[in-house]
């Protein structure tokens, strides 16, 4: 099951939606991908393999604004390169993660 954090609760309201790199990458078996959210939207994280077919969706729901951290668990995968993708509002990001095994 994946979670959701607020990052910071005393943080400041980002200012433009933002998609940061999963810590730590390469990863072993979970990650976490940390995304920022300027105002309340709907907001999809997914993650695609290499041949893009659909792995698994992390999140889709409407979420305030603020900075935020999924888990992405890849112990039952195979070892190799994957995609995240954040789509919010008209903002869309994708970034690679490399799972060894």
Known sequence: MNTIKSVNHDE??????HLSQNYPN???EKTSIKYCAPYK???TITVYNSN?????RLLKKEQE???FEV???GTDLPGGLYYCQ???GNYTAVKKMLLMK
């Open 12 to 17: 400041m309201i980002p200012l433009k939606f």
């Open 26 to 28: 390469p990863f072993k």
């Open 41 to 43: 939207t709907e907001i």
């Open 52 to 56: 893009g077919l659909l792995i698994e």
């Open 65 to 67: 604004a603020g900075t």
């Open 71 to 73: 888990e992405f668990d």
């Open 86 to 88: 954040i789509n919010a």
